[in-house]
Nanobody, 124 residues
């Protein structure tokens, strides 16, 4: 059973920084035939659709939303099975619930998993 636990959200002033963490259990980043094929972060603001922030995909690499390029950075620690999102120069409009995401290749196919979300609030 794949489980994702996010942490690191909170309240920060515009222009500030936060680092989100997501500990992933039940799968691995380094599997060959099975395991995580994509790990990353999405966000959902009130009244809006969930949108991609940043994702690490195998084998194609990293994808960032255009709106966060140059300010956000996604990384992972394979030994800790953790993915991070460093967010700098935050803007009030980026207030949202941030969700960790894994696409996992299993015997029954590729399955999407989501964390419970962590609230990020940026004050102006």
């Amino acid at each position: 059973q794949v489980q994702l636990v996010e942490s690191g959200g909170g309240l920060v002033e515009a222009g500030g920084s936060l680092r989100l963490s997501c500990v992933i259990s039940g799968t691995t980043f380094t599997g060959i035939a099975f395991g995580a094929t994509a790990v990353g972060w999405y966000r959902q603001a009130p009244g809006k659709q969930r949108e991609l922030v940043a994702v690490l995909r195998r084998p194609s690499g990293t994808v960032y939303s255009e709106s966060v390029k140059g300010r956000f950075s996604i990384s992972r620690d394979n030994a800790k099975n953790t993915v991070y999102l460093q967010m700098n120069s935050l803007k009030p409009e980026e207030t949202a619930v941030y969700y960790c995401y894994v696409n996992n290749r299993e015997g029954r196919g590729n399955i999407d998993y989501w964390g419970q979300g962590t609230q990020v609030t940026i004050s102006s």
